[in-house]
């Protein structure tokens, strides 16, 4: 009775180990569909995202390169008209100097306090 008891334990545990296996088994199998599933449910989200992305940097670089060329033809024109003013007040010092003392006697009155 002793072997047909040890046999039958032995047959159990074989059971159980097989039983064990093809549950593991079902189970990778479920969880390599459903990663399967996320993955290809994640794939067009991700490529709009990625798009998106491209797009955005793209037109920041334009807005970059327009705006630095902005700034070079702001100081174009700024040296430029510092320099036709240089060469203007060059050839009529009177008439700068006049302008400029009339200027401040005008901003002296308009700023000085009431009394």
């Known amino acids: 009775m002793r072997d047909t008891t040890q ?10 180990k097989a039983a064990t296996a093809d549950g593991m088994e079902r189970l990778a199998k479920s ?7 996320a993955s290809n449910a994640a794939h067009p989200a991700i490529d709009r995202i990625a798009s998106g992305a491209h797009s955005a940097v793209g037109s920041a670089d334009d807005l970059a390169t327009h705006a630095a060329d902005a ?11 510092v320099a036709s003013g240089s060469s203007y007040m060059r050839e009529h010092p009177l008439l700068t100097l006049g302008l400029a003392v009339t200027t401040g006697y005008l901003l002296s009155r308009l700023l ?3 009394r």
Not at 7 to 16: E, F, I, L, P, Y
């Open 7 to 16: 046999n039958t334990a032995t047959h159990s545990g074989a059971g159980v």
């Open 31 to 37: 969880a390599h569909s459903g990663i399967d599933a």
């Open 71 to 81: 700034l070079d033809n702001a100081s174009i024109k700024g040296e430029q008209l």
């Open 112 to 114: 000085a306090s009431p």
